[in-house]
C-alpha cells in the first residue's frame, strides 16, 4: 500500500505563514491527485486545494490568493504554502492521494489519507 506522512503544522499568530508538506511511499507506480483537505473541530472535513499530476491547481474559495499547493513528482511530495492566515484556518490539515501502486501480481489502485497536523492561528 501507499502511506503518507504531513508535517509542518504548527502554532501561528494571525497574519503569519506556514508550510505544510506530505511524502508520500510505498511501491508507487504513478500519483493522480494529491491534495490538502482540513476539519476544524464540530464540522465536516472540507477541501483546501487539490493537484492533478500535469494539471493547475483548484482551491477552495477561502483559501485562494493566500494558499500555494505545489508537487514535486520525483520525490511524491505534496507541500501547501499558506501565507496570511486567519483564526479561522484553525483546523487538522490531511494530506490525501490516489494513484496506482505495485501489487504482488499486478498494479493496483490506492486511494490514502495521511494522520492529519494541526494547524492553529491564535495571537
Known amino acids: 500500500q501507499v502511506s503518507l506522512v504531513e508535517s509542518g503544522g504548527g502554532l501561528v499568530q494571525p497574519g503569519g505563514s506556514l508550510r505544510l508538506s506530505c511524502a508520500a511511499s510505498g511501491n508507487i507506480f504513478s500519483i493522480n491527485v494529491m491534495g490538502w483537505y482540513r476539519q476544524a473541530p464540530g464540522q465536516q472535513r472540507e477541501l483546501v486545494a487539490g493537484i492533478i499530476s500535469g494539471g493547475s491547481p483548484n482551491y477552495a474559495d477561502s483559501v485562494k490568493g493566500r494558499f500555494t499547493i505545489s508537487r514535486d513528482n520525483a520525490l511524491n511530495t505534496v507541500y501547501l504554502q499558506m501565507n496570511s492566515l486567519k483564526p479561522e484556518d484553525t483546523a487538522v490539515y490531511y494530506c490525501?492521494?490516489?494513484?496506482?501502486?505495485?501489487?504482488?501480481?499486478?498494479?493496483?489502485?490506492?486511494?490514502?489519507w495521511g494522520q492529519g497536523t494541526q494547524v492553529t492561528v491564535s495571537s
Open positions: 490525501n492521494a490516489n494513484g496506482t501502486y505495485y501489487g504482488a501480481i499486478s498494479f493496483r489502485n490506492f486511494h490514502s
